[in-house]
C-alpha cells in the first residue's frame, strides 16, 4: 500500500511526495516515521480550512492533502453540509486528493484478488463523491452565466478553485491562502 507524506519547497510551495510504494518509486530509501514527524511539525502552523469544525480536533487538513482520520463517511457529512462557495471548493479539493489516493491503490494489488476488489470498491465511491461536488461547481458556475465546457472543464473550475483560495499544481488543488 502506497504511504503519502507532504514538504515545503524553500519557495513556501507544499508537495506530496510518495514514499515506499509497491512499484519503488519516489523517496523509497527515506525513513517514513522521520517524514511523518515533520508533516506533524509543519501541519501544526498551517492555516485550517473553514469546516475543520467539522472534522473534529487536532485533525489538521492542509495544503490540499485528505489526512487518513477522515473516512468516506465522514468526508460525504462535510460535503453534504457544505454550503457556501468556499465550502463546496474546500470539501472538493481534499475529496478530489483522497480519490487520487483511493485509485492509486488499486495497483497495489493482484487483480482479481478480494484486496484488489474493495480497493477499487472504494475508489468507486470517492469517485462519486468526486463527481457530485464537480456538478455543484458547475452549477454555481452555470447560474453565474459561466459556459462549463464539456472538455477541457478545468478552465473553469481553475478560476473557481483560485477565487477560493486553491492553485492547481499538475492536478492537486494547493492551498493558497494565508496562515490564520
Not at 91 to 120: I, M, N, R
Not at 142 to 164: C, D, I, L, Q
Amino acid at each position: 500500500m502506497s504511504r503519502w507524506t507532504s514538504r515545503q519547497t524553500a519557495d513556501g510551495r507544499w508537495i506530496v511526495i510518495e514514499v515506499n510504494d509497491a512499484q519503488e518509486s519516489s523517496f523509497v530509501g527515506l525513513n517514513p516515521l522521520a517524514l511523518w514527524r515533520g508533516v506533524i511539525e509543519a501541519a501544526q502552523a498551517r492555516a485550517w480550512l473553514p469546516f475543520e469544525r467539522e472534522i473534529g480536533a487536532g485533525v489538521i487538513v492542509e495544503e490540499g492533502h485528505s489526512p487518513p482520520q477522515i473516512e468516506l463517511e465522514k468526508m460525504r457529512g462535510i460535503a453534504a453540509r457544505a454550503r457556501t462557495e468556499r465550502e463546496v471548493a474546500d470539501a472538493f479539493a481534499v475529496v478530489k486528493v483522497s480519490f487520487s489516493l483511493a485509485d492509486d491503490c488499486e495497483y497495489d494489488y493482484e487483480p482479481g484478488t478480494p484486496e484488489h476488489a474493495h480497493a477499487l470498491e472504494i475508489s468507486d465511491e470517492w469517485e462519486r463523491l468526486y463527481k457530485e461536488l464537480l456538478a455543484r461547481i458547475f452549477g454555481i458556475l452555470t447560474a453565474e452565466g459561466v459556459e462549463v465546457p464539456a472538455k477541457g472543464w478545468n478552465s473553469v473550475v481553475a478560476p473557481f478553485m483560485a477565487r477560493n483560495g486553491w492553485r492547481d499544481d499538475g492536478g492537486w488543488w494547493i492551498c493558497a491562502r494565508e496562515a490564520r
